[in-house]
Protein backbone atom coordinates (compact mmCIF):
# COMPACT_ATOMS: atom_id res chain seq x y z
CA UNK A 1 0.00 0.00 0.00
CA UNK A 2 1.26 3.43 -0.95
CA UNK A 3 -0.01 6.84 0.60
CA UNK A 4 1.50 10.00 -0.54
CA UNK A 5 0.83 13.16 1.86
CA UNK A 6 3.05 15.25 0.99
CA UNK A 7 0.56 17.74 -0.61
CA UNK A 8 -1.72 17.71 2.13
CA UNK A 9 -2.28 21.08 3.64
CA UNK A 10 -1.72 20.34 6.74
CA UNK A 11 2.04 18.57 6.08
CA UNK A 12 2.39 22.22 3.89
CA UNK A 13 1.33 23.95 7.24
CA UNK A 14 3.50 21.95 8.93
CA UNK A 15 6.63 22.70 6.88
CA UNK A 16 6.18 26.22 7.25
CA UNK A 17 6.09 25.44 11.11
CA UNK A 18 9.22 23.58 11.32
CA UNK A 19 10.86 26.01 9.33
CA UNK A 20 10.78 28.83 11.59
CA UNK A 21 7.87 30.34 9.11
CA UNK A 22 5.68 31.88 11.65
CA UNK A 23 8.26 33.33 13.61
CA UNK A 24 9.40 36.94 13.68
CA UNK A 25 13.07 36.26 14.72
CA UNK A 26 15.81 33.70 13.36
CA UNK A 27 17.50 34.26 9.61
CA UNK A 28 15.03 34.03 6.71
CA UNK A 29 17.62 32.45 4.66
CA UNK A 30 18.19 29.91 7.12
CA UNK A 31 14.65 29.64 7.38
CA UNK A 32 13.87 29.66 3.77
CA UNK A 33 17.05 27.00 3.19
CA UNK A 34 15.82 24.80 6.06
CA UNK A 35 12.42 25.02 4.26
CA UNK A 36 13.54 23.82 0.77
CA UNK A 37 15.43 20.92 1.97
CA UNK A 38 13.28 19.61 4.71
CA UNK A 39 10.17 19.91 1.95
CA UNK A 40 12.73 17.93 -0.82
CA UNK A 41 13.35 15.46 1.84
CA UNK A 42 9.80 14.96 2.93
CA UNK A 43 8.32 14.43 -0.83
CA UNK A 44 11.71 11.85 -1.17
CA UNK A 45 10.18 9.88 2.10
CA UNK A 46 6.75 10.10 0.54
CA UNK A 47 7.54 9.46 -3.05
CA UNK A 48 10.23 6.66 -2.31
CA UNK A 49 8.35 4.86 0.13
CA UNK A 50 11.28 5.12 2.76
CA UNK A 51 10.73 2.71 5.72
CA UNK A 52 11.68 3.64 9.32
CA UNK A 53 14.27 1.70 9.22
CA UNK A 54 15.33 2.92 6.42
CA UNK A 55 14.96 6.46 7.85
CA UNK A 56 16.86 5.51 10.92
CA UNK A 57 19.79 3.88 9.48
CA UNK A 58 20.15 7.07 7.60
CA UNK A 59 20.25 9.31 10.89
CA UNK A 60 22.70 6.41 12.88
CA UNK A 61 25.00 6.73 9.42
CA UNK A 62 24.85 10.48 9.93
CA UNK A 63 25.82 9.79 13.30
CA UNK A 64 28.77 7.73 12.37
CA UNK A 65 30.16 10.32 9.42
CA UNK A 66 30.21 13.42 12.32
CA UNK A 67 31.80 11.21 14.50
CA UNK A 68 34.43 10.23 12.44
CA UNK A 69 35.07 13.86 10.78
CA UNK A 70 34.30 12.64 7.55
CA UNK A 71 31.22 15.19 6.28
CA UNK A 72 34.29 17.32 4.55
CA UNK A 73 35.14 13.70 2.77
CA UNK A 74 31.91 12.34 2.15
CA UNK A 75 30.70 16.14 0.52
CA UNK A 76 33.52 15.60 -2.42
CA UNK A 77 33.05 11.87 -3.10
CA UNK A 78 28.78 13.30 -3.43
CA UNK A 79 30.24 15.45 -5.86
CA UNK A 80 29.33 18.66 -3.84
CA UNK A 81 32.65 20.13 -4.14
CA UNK A 82 32.58 19.68 -7.69
CA UNK A 83 29.64 21.10 -8.28
CA UNK A 84 30.15 24.30 -6.46
CA UNK A 85 33.75 24.61 -8.84
CA UNK A 86 30.93 24.51 -12.29
CA UNK A 87 29.20 27.23 -10.08
CA UNK A 88 31.83 29.08 -9.83
CA UNK A 89 33.10 28.73 -13.18
CA UNK A 90 29.81 29.35 -14.71
CA UNK A 91 29.53 32.91 -13.23
CA UNK A 92 32.63 33.73 -14.45
CA UNK A 93 31.98 32.69 -17.32
CA UNK A 94 29.28 35.01 -17.61
CA UNK A 95 31.02 37.80 -16.67
CA UNK A 96 33.41 36.95 -19.22
CA UNK A 97 36.05 36.15 -16.22
CA UNK A 98 39.25 33.58 -17.77
CA UNK A 99 40.83 31.21 -15.29
CA UNK A 100 44.21 30.28 -17.20
CA UNK A 101 44.64 27.74 -14.11
CA UNK A 102 40.90 26.25 -13.37
CA UNK A 103 40.22 25.96 -9.91
CA UNK A 104 39.73 22.46 -8.40
CA UNK A 105 37.92 21.24 -4.73
CA UNK A 106 40.33 22.44 -1.64
CA UNK A 107 39.11 19.05 -0.35
CA UNK A 108 38.95 18.31 3.41
CA UNK A 109 42.69 17.94 4.95
CA UNK A 110 44.53 21.59 4.71
CA UNK A 111 45.96 22.72 7.58
CA UNK A 112 46.54 26.08 8.21
CA UNK A 113 49.69 27.44 9.89
CA UNK A 114 52.21 25.51 7.73
CA UNK A 115 55.79 27.12 7.91
CA UNK A 116 56.58 29.69 5.38
CA UNK A 117 59.69 30.65 3.47
CA UNK A 118 60.59 32.81 0.43
CA UNK A 119 61.08 31.63 -3.29
CA UNK A 120 62.01 27.82 -2.43
CA UNK A 121 60.75 25.05 0.17
CA UNK A 122 61.55 21.66 0.95
CA UNK A 123 58.32 20.15 1.78
CA UNK A 124 58.99 16.50 3.07
CA UNK A 125 60.93 15.77 5.91
CA UNK A 126 63.11 13.44 4.04
CA UNK A 127 61.65 10.57 6.61
CA UNK A 128 59.43 8.67 3.90
CA UNK A 129 61.64 6.36 2.74
CA UNK A 130 60.00 5.11 -0.70
CA UNK A 131 59.62 8.73 -1.77
CA UNK A 132 60.70 9.18 -5.04
CA UNK A 133 62.04 13.01 -5.51
CA UNK A 134 59.53 15.76 -7.00
CA UNK A 135 60.61 19.12 -8.17
CA UNK A 136 58.33 21.61 -9.49
CA UNK A 137 58.30 25.28 -9.83
CA UNK A 138 56.60 27.64 -11.77
CA UNK A 139 55.53 31.57 -11.99
CA UNK A 140 52.55 33.19 -10.36
CA UNK A 141 50.88 35.35 -13.12
CA UNK A 142 48.05 38.45 -12.32
CA UNK A 143 44.87 38.02 -14.31
CA UNK A 144 47.01 40.96 -16.55
CA UNK A 145 49.32 37.99 -17.08
CA UNK A 146 52.22 39.95 -15.39
CA UNK A 147 53.72 38.14 -12.75
CA UNK A 148 53.21 38.62 -9.12
CA UNK A 149 55.92 38.69 -6.59
CA UNK A 150 55.02 38.43 -3.24
CA UNK A 151 51.83 35.67 -3.70
CA UNK A 152 51.94 33.09 -1.44
CA UNK A 153 51.68 29.45 -2.93
CA UNK A 154 50.81 26.87 -0.37
CA UNK A 155 50.86 23.43 -1.48
CA UNK A 156 49.90 20.28 0.50
CA UNK A 157 50.04 16.29 -0.62
CA UNK A 158 50.20 13.45 1.11
CA UNK A 159 52.97 10.81 1.22
CA UNK A 160 53.85 7.32 0.02
CA UNK A 161 51.17 5.81 1.69
CA UNK A 162 48.78 8.18 0.66
CA UNK A 163 48.73 9.72 4.25
CA UNK A 164 48.41 13.23 5.11
CA UNK A 165 50.48 14.75 8.00
CA UNK A 166 48.12 15.81 10.84
CA UNK A 167 45.14 12.81 10.00
CA UNK A 168 47.92 10.11 9.74
CA UNK A 169 46.26 7.04 11.33
CA UNK A 170 49.68 5.77 12.22
CA UNK A 171 50.83 8.74 13.84
CA UNK A 172 54.06 8.90 12.02
CA UNK A 173 54.23 11.92 10.75
CA UNK A 174 55.35 15.15 12.12
CA UNK A 175 53.20 18.37 12.14
CA UNK A 176 52.94 20.49 9.02
CA UNK A 177 55.42 17.51 6.94
CA UNK A 178 54.51 18.30 2.95
CA UNK A 179 52.83 21.50 3.87
CA UNK A 180 54.90 25.04 3.03
CA UNK A 181 53.46 28.33 2.47
CA UNK A 182 56.30 29.43 -0.67
CA UNK A 183 56.37 33.54 -1.08
CA UNK A 184 56.79 34.29 -4.58
CA UNK A 185 60.45 35.97 -5.29
CA UNK A 186 60.61 39.33 -7.13
CA UNK A 187 59.97 37.92 -10.58
CA UNK A 188 57.11 35.94 -9.50
CA UNK A 189 58.75 32.45 -9.17
CA UNK A 190 58.52 29.33 -6.65
CA UNK A 191 60.13 26.51 -6.51
CA UNK A 192 59.84 22.92 -4.53
CA UNK A 193 60.96 20.26 -3.69
CA UNK A 194 59.50 16.89 -2.07
CA UNK A 195 58.21 13.41 -3.07
CA UNK A 196 56.13 12.28 -5.44
CA UNK A 197 52.66 11.45 -3.57
CA UNK A 198 50.89 8.32 -4.39
CA UNK A 199 46.71 8.20 -4.29
CA UNK A 200 44.58 8.51 -1.61
CA UNK A 201 41.57 6.03 -0.54
CA UNK A 202 38.99 7.15 2.04
CA UNK A 203 39.78 5.16 5.23
CA UNK A 204 38.74 1.45 5.32
CA UNK A 205 35.75 0.50 7.52
CA UNK A 206 34.43 4.13 7.86
CA UNK A 207 31.21 5.50 6.79
CA UNK A 208 32.05 7.27 3.97
CA UNK A 209 33.33 3.94 2.32
CA UNK A 210 30.15 2.40 3.61
CA UNK A 211 27.96 4.76 1.68
CA UNK A 212 30.28 4.87 -1.38
CA UNK A 213 30.57 0.71 -1.47
CA UNK A 214 26.37 0.67 -1.23
CA UNK A 215 26.44 3.07 -4.04
CA UNK A 216 29.01 0.20 -6.36
CA UNK A 217 31.72 2.85 -6.02
CA UNK A 218 35.46 3.54 -4.71
CA UNK A 219 37.00 5.67 -2.33
CA UNK A 220 39.95 6.37 -4.40
CA UNK A 221 41.77 9.62 -5.47
CA UNK A 222 44.80 9.95 -8.29
CA UNK A 223 48.36 11.06 -6.75
CA UNK A 224 47.58 14.77 -6.50
CA UNK A 225 49.39 18.03 -5.00
CA UNK A 226 47.43 21.07 -3.74
CA UNK A 227 47.31 24.91 -3.94
CA UNK A 228 45.49 27.89 -2.79
CA UNK A 229 47.76 30.99 -4.40
CA UNK A 230 47.17 34.20 -3.22
CA UNK A 231 48.38 37.58 -3.49
CA UNK A 232 46.97 40.81 -2.18
CA UNK A 233 44.02 42.26 -4.44
CA UNK A 234 43.38 39.13 -5.87
CA UNK A 235 41.29 37.10 -5.47
CA UNK A 236 42.45 33.61 -3.98
CA UNK A 237 43.00 30.50 -6.45
CA UNK A 238 42.34 27.04 -4.93
CA UNK A 239 43.07 24.11 -7.03
CA UNK A 240 45.17 20.92 -7.45
CA UNK A 241 47.56 19.09 -10.10
CA UNK A 242 47.75 15.23 -10.73
CA UNK A 243 50.52 13.71 -11.72
CA UNK A 244 50.71 12.27 -14.74
CA UNK A 245 50.16 8.73 -15.69
CA UNK A 246 47.90 7.82 -12.69
CA UNK A 247 45.54 5.29 -13.72
CA UNK A 248 42.50 7.11 -11.53
CA UNK A 249 43.16 10.51 -13.32
CA UNK A 250 39.80 9.87 -14.59
CA UNK A 251 38.39 8.03 -12.21
CA UNK A 252 38.98 10.12 -8.92
CA UNK A 253 36.39 9.55 -6.57
CA UNK A 254 35.94 13.60 -5.29
CA UNK A 255 35.67 14.33 -9.16
CA UNK A 256 38.73 17.17 -8.81
CA UNK A 257 40.18 16.18 -12.58
CA UNK A 258 40.37 18.87 -14.62
CA UNK A 259 42.10 19.64 -18.01
CA UNK A 260 45.06 21.86 -17.89
CA UNK A 261 46.00 20.32 -14.28
CA UNK A 262 47.86 17.07 -15.59
CA UNK A 263 51.39 18.80 -16.08
CA UNK A 264 53.95 16.71 -17.74
CA UNK A 265 56.25 15.05 -15.09
CA UNK A 266 60.32 14.73 -16.49
CA UNK A 267 61.95 11.78 -15.10
CA UNK A 268 65.39 13.01 -14.57
CA UNK A 269 67.54 9.92 -13.94
CA UNK A 270 70.98 11.74 -13.65
CA UNK A 271 72.44 14.09 -11.12
CA UNK A 272 73.72 16.18 -14.05
CA UNK A 273 70.75 17.29 -15.49
CA UNK A 274 69.08 17.76 -12.01
CA UNK A 275 71.84 19.93 -10.85
CA UNK A 276 73.23 21.40 -14.58
CA UNK A 277 69.33 22.56 -14.83
CA UNK A 278 69.72 23.63 -10.79
CA UNK A 279 66.41 21.87 -10.42
CA UNK A 280 67.24 20.72 -7.03
CA UNK A 281 67.60 23.96 -4.57
CA UNK A 282 66.79 27.82 -4.29
CA UNK A 283 66.85 29.55 -7.46
CA UNK A 284 70.71 30.65 -8.39
C1 LIG B 1 41.88 14.10 -0.41
O1 LIG B 1 43.22 14.10 -0.32
C2 LIG B 1 41.32 15.03 -1.16
O2 LIG B 1 42.13 15.88 -1.78
C3 LIG B 1 39.95 15.10 -1.31
C4 LIG B 1 39.34 16.11 -2.20
C5 LIG B 1 39.15 14.22 -0.66
C6 LIG B 1 39.71 13.28 0.13
C7 LIG B 1 41.08 13.21 0.26
FE1 LIG C 1 44.16 15.55 -1.29
Redesign the pocket.
Known amino acids: MTVKIFDRPDTQAFLKELSGLNSDSGSPRVKALIHRIVSDLFRTIDEMNVTPDEYWTAVAWLNDIGAAGQAG?IS?GLGFDHFIDERLDAIDDALGIDNPTPRT?E???YVAGAPESVSFARLDDGTDADGHTLIMHGTVHGSDGKPLPGAKVEVWH?DTRGFYSHFDPTGKQAPFNMRRSIIADENGRYKFQSILPSG?GVPPGSPTEALLSALGRHGQ?PA?I?FFVSADDHRKLTTQINIEGDPLINDDF?Y?TREGLVPSVIECTDEASIHGNNLNGPFA
Request: with cysteine.
Open positions: LPIGPLCYRHHAA
